[in-house]
């Protein structure tokens, strides 16, 4: 059994979940080169399960800047290998906060940008 993946053949939740957090920290970096790190995943959805073989993509945009933190939606979508189907398995939303050496939050300054669809794997 693959490491990620429990006996039903399908990716531990929690492994997801750390993808996620990956996936908002690439969005918040958009907005400048600063320490980012999570404040929270204020929603998670799991709606579909996926398996050994799918290919994971993750979409983000930003939906709030503050002046210390970002808001990030994920979608995360598999292309399932054995039918070729796309699938949305997750959504989620994190937020992310920019923090100086200290660790503690600090506030950026950065336009708002338009964003497209990042695919991560």
């Given at each position: 059994?693959?490491?990620d993946t429990n006996q039903y053949g ?38 579909a399960p996926v398996g050994l073989g ?68």
């Amino acid at each position: 059994m693959p490491r990620d993946t429990n006996q039903y053949g399908t990716i531990f939740g929690g492994v997801i979940l750390s993808w996620i957090d990956q996936a908002g920290f690439v969005e918040a970096r958009r907005h400048g080169a600063h320490r980012w790190v999570t404040a929270a995943l204020d929603r998670v959805d799991f709606v579909a399960p996926v398996g050994l073989g799918d290919i994971v993509n993750f979409y983000t945009r930003t939906v709030r800047m503050g002046t210390k933190s970002v808001t990030v939606e994920v979608d995360v979508e598999v292309d399932r290998y054995a039918t070729g189907q796309c699938v949305r398995v997750t959504t989620a939303t994190t937020t992310m906060v920019a923090v100086g050496p200290d660790g503690k939050a600090i506030p950026f300054s950065s336009p708002p940008t338009a964003t497209t669809p990042e695919t991560s794997r």
